[in-house]
């Protein structure tokens, strides 16, 4: 159970601090009163701030989720089910973040929004999928959509990094052995250059350019590196602020290769979500809303509430989607059917699943093509170095056999 740090006064008026060891708030102050102390000040004592905790991987959300909609369908009330699991958590992060969510529920605060605060465990998906399913009366099944929902995408992530694992590692063994040659071996043929410079009067272009790189490198190296460290911080901020991510989001749609299958992604996200919410009773605007947020790409997720402004308008939903040019024509041809043949939960399902199959079948070609790519671009590198060292000695021979 957490601990509270709090301070009181006492009835002469003395003021003390100390730990109580309660299952939330509202108990800790029960048990101040109890010893007819006044609390000044209560806070759940924690060990590590929420925004350093460990992160908690995919197979601990996904069974929480599950395990929290089994207990809310047999009838357990919900801050009974999260004392439970916070409880018998395995994981200890998460056992903190349940605990937490406990807490928060039980001083009043919504669920969602209790998982709102701890949006790095939940993500948008988690907290959106939760508000609707409160709204709507199902919460039981949008936690279990959820969790399988977030399951399949961590399947798809264990296969694609299974995958590239071999061409990753092909790909750091030619950049280490590229850098090791640059660095060690081309400085020993400065001096051969030097001469072969002067002789013949100028060096192949390839040549030079190999000793500017190789130089570059001996003499600003850790500048090098702490400037892509810098750029990586950088990025990292920029990804952490609203027009950061909208900017990163718009260009990773632009990725050779990647582009396609981050868009299929998210119209597929966007579009399962959305059937979803429709067939459990939520009114089209609220549920654009919900989805909008849950889509994993800003760029769509802005050209989406501006689709839902339309619709509020009296507009069609294809209509305003259509001309944002994100979702691809088929799509919107079967949602425009749908809306006049009022199916459009069960047609979005049906889009999102076959968006799906199409993004897997990207992702098994660029997987099937990442080791030559690898292999190609290593063999490249490394016979860059060796012509730029070689040129310059056939030139020479060239000379003296003319």
């Not at 006064?9 to 299952?23: H, N």
């Not at 892509?228 to 952490?240: F, I, K, S």
């Not at 769509?300 to 339309?310: G, M, P, R, Y």
Request: proline residues 5%.
């Amino acid at each position: 159970m957490p601990q509270f740090a709090y301070t009181a006064r006492t009835l002469e008026g003395q003021d003390i601090s100390g730990t109580i060891t309660a299952g939330n708030k509202r108990e800790t102050l029960k048990a101040l009163a109890e010893r007819s102390l006044y609390p000044l000040h209560v806070a759940e004592k924690r060990t590590v701030e929420w925004g350093r905790q460990r992160r908690v991987k995919m197979p601990v959300l996904v069974s929480s989720l599950t395990q929290l909609a089994d207990l809310l369908e047999n009838g357990v009330a919900l801050l009974d089910s999260l004392t439970i699991l916070a409880s018998q958590c395995p994981h200890p992060a998460m056992g903190e973040v349940l605990a937490d969510v406990r807490d928060q529920v039980a001083e009043g605060m919504p669920l969602e929004d209790a998982f709102a605060k701890h949006d790095n465990v939940f993500g948008e998906l988690a907290v959106s999928m939760v508000r609707a399913g409160t709204e709507g009366s199902f919460l039981e099944d949008a936690l279990k959509r959820t969790a399988e929902f977030l399951e399949n995408q961590q399947e798809l992530k264990a296969r694609v990094t299974g995958a590239m694992i071999y061409p990753a590692f092909l790909a750091s063994i030619g950049f280490v052995i590229t850098a090791l040659l640059i660095v060690f071996f081309v400085p020993k043929f400065a001096e051969l250059f030097a001469r072969l410079e002067q002789d013949s009067g100028g060096l192949p272009l390839p040549t030079v350019v190999l000793l500017a790189i190789s130089d570059t490198l001996q003499n600003y190296g850790l500048f090098v590196l702490g400037g892509l460290a810098g750029l990586g911080m950088w990025l990292r901020g920029l990804a952490a602020r609203e027009s950061g991510r909208m900017f990163i989001d718009r260009w990773k749609l632009k990725i050779p290769v990647m582009g396609p299958i981050f868009h299929g992604y998210a119209v597929s996200r966007f579009c399962r979500i959305l059937g979803t919410l429709l067939a459990n009773g939520v009114p089209l605007l609220r549920a654009l809303e919900i989805s909008s947020d849950s889509t994993g790409n800003r760029l769509l997720s802005q050209a989406i509430q501006e689709a839902a402004e339309n619709v509020s308008a009296g507009e069609t939903l294809s209509g305003p989607l259509a001309q944002c040019g994100l979702v691809p024509p088929p799509v919107m041809a079967m949602i425009r059917v749908a809306e006049e043949a009022n199916n459009l939960d069960h047609v979005l399902i049906s889009v999102s699943d076959g968006i799906d199959r199409n993004t897997a079948r990207k992702i098994d070609v660029m997987i099937r093509l990442a080791e030559p790519m690898m292999l190609l671009v290593m063999g490249v590198l490394i016979g860059f170095v060796l012509i730029a060292l070689l040129l310059p000695v056939f030139d020479t021979m060239t000379a003296i056999g003319g």
